[in-house]
């Protein structure tokens, strides 16, 4: 009778390790297929600004070329009104005077107030520190009570649920043995599928690899566009 009692217990362990082991396979494999969706998303979300980057890129190269226009008329009005510029430069530099004196009073001001409400967060956080400690050493007291009680009624009902335990367990061997074979047999199918679909979705993020390597030629063939329209533009500015 002991040897049988033995060897079920054996088969119910080993049934379990079983269980687990696919599990564990399963969460594994789950784990990946989640990385890897977010690495396809990535891919994608790249290829979007890298496409839409390009198209900003040719969009400003048109653009430059309309404010070049515009600069030109500017620095030829500018010239044209130099000596009105200059009644209006006067203004404005006793205006700035005002207003930096009015600026430093205003930081004077700030600096005041900053430092009030430093002392003012200081008894804050102080005050907070001193609830959250009365709060803990609350909870402490709480813990130790529920833990004793709970010790207490675990003791009482320790006697009862071996008992019962020991006329269960016979009842509830062979159909956990099945029970634990099922689930085994069912995590390895959906281990099986999962591989499946972690194959299907490195494939499809070496697709996605390969779209966005072209989305960043045609990002590198803009750029270069507009640096050569750059060096264009440079000498109007050292003319003005």
């Given at each position: ?92 530099r006793e205006q700035n005077k ?124 803009a750029l270069g566009s507009t640096g050569t329209k750059g ?10």
């Open positions: 009778m002991e040897g049988d009692a033995t060897t079920r217990r054996a088969n119910l362990t080993g049934a379990k390790e079983a269980r687990k082991r696919a599990e564990l396979d399963a969460q594994l494999l789950a784990n990946r297929i989640a990385l890897l969706k977010q690495e396809e998303e990535k891919a994608w979300k790249k290829i979007e600004e890298t496409r839409k980057r390009a198209n900003e890129i040719t969009t400003m190269r048109g653009d430059n070329e309309q404010k070049y226009i515009a600069k030109e008329k500017f620095y030829k009005q500018k010239w044209e009104s130099i000596r009105t510029a200059q009644q209006h430069n006067a203004y404005m005002e207003a930096k004196a009015a600026v430093a009073k205003s930081h004077v001001e700030a600096k005041g107030a900053y430092v009030r409400n430093a002392k003012l967060m200081a008894h804050e956080n102080l005050m907070e520190k001193k609830q959250k400690e009365a709060n803990e050493r609350a909870m402490n007291e709480q813990r130790a009570q529920y833990i004793k009680k709970q010790k207490d009624e675990a003791n009482r009902r320790m006697e009862a649920e071996r008992q019962a335990r020991l006329l269960q367990y016979q009842q509830d061997y062979e159909a956990r043995c099945s029970e634990e074979e099922m689930l085994r047999a069912r995590t390895e199918a959906l281990v099986a599928k999962m591989e499946k679909e972690e194959m299907d979705l490195i494939q499809r993020l070496q697709n996605t690899q390969t779209v966005q390597r072209n989305a960043y030629e045609e990002l590198e063939t060096r264009g533009e440079a000498e109007p500015r050292r003319a003005a």
